[in-house]
């Protein structure tokens, strides 16, 4: 047996071997300490003392090592169960920041929002639709040529600012809409730019000199729009804080 165990041994790689010693290395620590151990006033004598007293040592400062590992993926736990907690306040937070001042709108009617355009002299060409909502539009628009509009925004009809009221300050300020952030009727109808009562638009605050908890000045906030404005002829919104 002993044999062919040697010829094991020699057959191995020498990537093997070293790979396998620090393996075996304690092993065979522990096999010279319980030797020592038994041949300790026989044998060895005070090399054994010495010997276990060094593998006493060691073996402290295993359980040591151990502990403080122990340690230290608990209190990972413990921090990793605070970030999780810490998220999900501030999830919360930030969903609580998009509570609106109407959370249920009517919604509209294709009929309502659009009037149907006959193009040219033949009735039966009728793919135009006039929008007859408030619209906003950039301040570099331009129209598309009569032969490509799908989609008629009147000029009467389009809005570039708002009267936001600051729900804290009570006070009413006229200010630039920058953009339409959503509308609860559908993305066709947020990407035309059409305003109708809740519609989330974003307006630019700098000129009221609000600034974060950071220190930072907010350039532009949203606010719901809280009236109809093409029954008013002004947009009437509300900032969300």
């Given at each position: 047996m002993a044999i062919f165990v040697i010829i094991d041994r020699?057959?191995?790689?020498?990537?093997?071997?070293?790979?396998?010693?620090?393996?075996?290395?304690g092993f065979e620590i522990s096999k010279r300490a319980r030797i020592g151990?038994?041949?300790?006033?026989?044998?060895?004598?005070?090399k054994a003392k010495?010997?276990?007293?060094?593998?006493?040592?060691?073996?402290?400062t295993t359980k040591k090592t151990l502990a403080v590992h122990a340690e230290s993926s608990s209190r990972r736990k413990v921090d990793d169960k605070v970030l999780s907690n810490t998220i999900k306040q501030k999830r919360k937070e930030k969903a609580g920041k998009w509570e609106v001042p109407l959370p249920k709108v009517r919604p509209v009617a294709e009929e309502e929002m659009f009037k149907v355009i006959q193009s040219g002299k033949s009735k039966t060409k009728q793919w135009k639709r006039m929008v007859t909502k408030a619209t906003f539009v950039g301040p570099g628009f331009t129209r598309k040529l009569p032969k490509y509009e799908r989609f008629l925004r009147p000029t009467g009809l389009r809005f570039t600012k708002a009267n936001v009221t600051h729900p804290k300050l009570k006070c009413t300020f006229n200010l630039n809409i920058i953009g339409i952030k959503k509308i609860p009727n559908g993305p066709m109808f947020t990407a035309l730019g059409v305003i109708t009562r809740g519609t989330i638009i974003?307006?630019?605050?700098?000129?009221l000199g609000l600034v974060t908890h950071g220190g930072k000045v907010v350039w532009g906030?949203?606010?719901?729009?809280?009236?109809?404005?093409?029954?008013?002829?002004?947009?009437?919104?509300?900032?969300?804080v």
């Open positions: 020699l057959q191995e790689t020498p990537c093997k071997r070293k790979r396998k010693t620090p393996s075996s290395s151990a038994t041949l300790q006033l026989l044998v060895l004598g005070v010495m010997f276990a007293k060094k593998r006493y040592a060691e073996k402290v974003e307006v630019n605050v700098s000129e906030t949203y606010a719901q729009v809280t009236n109809d404005p093409e029954n008013d002829g002004c947009i009437n919104a509300v900032l969300l």
